[in-house]
């Protein structure tokens, strides 16, 4: 990746693209801007960018359809622009796999912000070291293959997992026995600060537990520490 971040700023609107796309390029960065979907894929045919400013609201495949699409490909972070402010688009928009959510009409300065301290989070300040493992996985009954996203019984028999689920669900095989802070899920899974989804990560946790836990309300693989956060208990080991 060269040293100067590219991000694909994609909206309809050119006035936005051509404010938000100088304001960028003077700040340093490398940009590149498309004004709907079509667009987009063209120049994600070209190769993955760093990060992608994607409004959401747009005629054809809106922003929620091309971050399914991209997030189908890779793990490019997203901020999404929105001109709807309701609390069910943000966490739509979160659980689909978004880094971050900003309403319009927002401060250049501020997106700013939000791209810097989306591109410096690899790991969040405090958060336990991951484990490097390969893609395939095993722990209690299951196994999980992280290339594919797919996860299985000891049977073979595939259990579904929506974006957020697998990005916890990685987090939690990549860091075994530690207990992690809801603050420090969320920066690792979806990588912003928490509020006002602070109890995303709960919602999230029973979801999955439901999935890989013989008995949801009596959980032995995501333990619940109160007042400290989760952590996951099996070992986790290469087949």
């Keep these: ?16 693209r051509d404010l938000v796309g100088n304001y960028l390029e003077q700040q340093g960065y490398r940009v590149s801007v498309a004004e709907n979907g079509g667009a987009l894929r063209r120049l994600l045919e070209r190769g993955l960018p760093d990060l992608i400013v994607l409004d959401i609201m747009m005629p054809g495949d809106d922003g929620l359809t091309m971050c399914r699409e991209i997030r189908a490909i890779g793990e490019t972070p ?4 929105t001109a709807r402010a309701e609390e069910t688009d943000r966490v739509i928009g979160l659980e689909l796999g978004a880094d971050d959510y900003l309403t319009k009409p927002f401060s250049s300065r501020e997106l700013l912000a939000r791209i810097k301290a989306v591109l410096r ?3 969040p300040t405090g958060a336990p070291r991951a484990v490097r493992r390969p893609s395939t996985l095993r722990f209690d009954r299951w196994t999980l293959d992280v290339s594919r996203r797919e996860l ?3 049977d073979g ?13 990685k987090v939690f095989v990549d860091h075994p026995g530690a207990v992690l ?10 990588g912003r600060e928490a509020e006002p ?8 946790v029973s979801r999955l537990r439901k999935k890989v836990e013989s ?16 952590s996951f208990v099996p070992e986790v080991i290469a087949p």
């Design 1 to 16: 990746m060269d040293s100067v971040a590219h991000i694909i700023v994609v909206d309809d609107h050119q006035d936005i």
């Design 121 to 123: 989070r690899a790991r």
């Design 215 to 230: 008995d949801p309300k009596n959980p032995t693989i995501i333990l619940t520490h109160w007042g400290g956060g989760y």
């Design 197 to 204: 989804f602070d109890r995303a990560i709960d919602n999230q």
């Design 152 to 154: 299985q019984d000891e």
């Design 181 to 190: 802070t809801r603050d420090q899920l969320l920066d690792l899974t979806v």
């Design 78 to 81: 997203i901020i999404f622009l």
């Design 157 to 169: 028999v595939g259990v579904p997992l929506s974006t957020a689920e697998f990005r916890l669900l």
